[in-house]
């Protein structure tokens, strides 16, 4: 992990302000989803891909019961 020398407070509702440099090294826009991860006693965020479930491909999804799926995947389970 690389440490960015960035230090922030958090606000009286627990939020913080992710500094612009790293936005854009980030590519993170405003709106965009972030997911929230914790591993030991690290939190970590990551840029958030929709992608399919069984093959993690993140082109042409589309919701099923509640699950994404590519068309490739989608058309597999029809087949069987």
């Known amino acids: 992990m690389k440490s960015t020398g960035i230090v922030r407070k958090l606000d009286e509702l627990g939020r913080i302000v992710l500094p612009i440099e790293l936005r854009r090294t980030m590519d993170l826009s405003i709106h965009d989803t972030v997911e929230i991860f914790s591993e030991d006693d690290r939190i970590i965020l990551?840029?958030?891909h929709p992608a399919c479930i069984f093959?993690?491909?993140?082109?042409?999804?589309?919701?099923f019961?509640?699950?994404?799926?590519?068309?490739?995947?989608?058309?597999?389970?029809?087949n069987k």
Do not use: I, M, P, W
């Open 55 to 63: 093959c993690n491909d993140a082109r042409d999804v589309t919701a």
């Open 46 to 48: 990551k840029k958030y």
């Open 65 to 78: 019961n509640g699950k994404l799926v590519c068309a490739k995947c989608l058309q597999e389970l029809r």
